[in-house]
């Protein structure tokens, strides 16, 4: 479970976040949607521990996280897989090479490497590209290449931010039935931040609706936007 207890947060003279309170329970698609300018990035930066709030707590479980430092930040950030919308690749590697890379940086065997890199080309289904540079894949196939980099050391969850906002409408629903069943196969937490309605209400379970940095309503998808 990840709780938000008050958060606030300030940048000069705008109010990005204020008195944020926000319970995601495990093991759930948690979307949070809002405006340009609403402060979801902000709230994704803060819950993934790359920034601090001003006030309020952030708590994984019992334990909580906002305070953390040094190697106690760094594990409990390794818990973590982040995808964006411009996938944030490495260009120079390739498909593998980039799967590789946080398995090379925590200091796993090439063997285990290999071995979990074609676990990874698997669940992601991009095994045919996994020798390709990243300039010969479409947006699609560079966003599964993140997801498998994302969960290569087996997050508790994984933050999504605003990951199919540069896809077509085929590909996004192509991504969002892979986050889907990976979420179902791995019991993880997703939480995906968006402007877009249609992927809250394609993948998610719960929401919360965030303008001028508060939350305005947040509960089942189906109470929150009356779906039929
Ligand atoms: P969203 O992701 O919903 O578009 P953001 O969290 O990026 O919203 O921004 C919320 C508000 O905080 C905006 O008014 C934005 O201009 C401001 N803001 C965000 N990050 C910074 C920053 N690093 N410096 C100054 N202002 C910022
Ligand atoms: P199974 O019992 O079918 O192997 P698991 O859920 O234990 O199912 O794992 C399926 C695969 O996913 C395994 O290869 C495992 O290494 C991998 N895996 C398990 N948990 C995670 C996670 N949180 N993120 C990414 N991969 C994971």
Redesign the pocket.
């Known amino acids: 479970m990840i709780i938000l207890k008050q958060i606030s947060k300030q940048y000069a003279q705008v109010n990005a976040l204020s008195s944020v309170d926000l319970v995601i329970p495990t093991g759930c698609i948690y979307g949070i949607i809002g405006k340009s300018g609403a402060g979801k990035s902000t709230l994704l930066r803060i819950m993934s521990l790359l920034e601090q709030p001003d006030g309020g707590e952030v708590l994984y479980g019992s334990q909580r996280v906002d305070t953390l430092s040094g190697k106690e930040l760094l594990l409990r950030r390794r818990k973590m897989g982040m995808i964006f919308q411009n996938f944030n690749l490495l260009s120079s590697r390739t498909v593998s090479g980039n799967i590789a890379y946080p398995l090379e940086i925590a200091g796993m065997h090439n063997k285990d490497i290999h071995r979990r890199v074609d ?1 990874l080309l698997e ?1 992601v289904d991009i095994r045919d590209k996994r020798k390709a540079r990243l300039r010969e894949l479409s947006g699609g196939q560079k966003q599964r290449v993140a997801i498998a980099r994302a ?1 290569a050391a ?3 969850v994984l933050y999504c931010d605003e990951a199919t906002s540069a896809l077509d409408p085929q590909t996004t629903r192509a991504i969002l039935s892979l986050i889907r069943n990976l979420q179902e ?2 019991g ?1 937490t997703v939480v995906l931040i968006t402007h877009q309605m249609p992927v809250i209400r394609s993948i998610c379970r719960e929401v919360a609706v965030l303008e001028g940095g508060r939350i305005v309503e947040q509960g089942p998808v189906a109470e929150v936007f009356d779906t039929p």
């Open positions: 676990e669940m969960l087996k997050p508790e196969h791995l993880i």
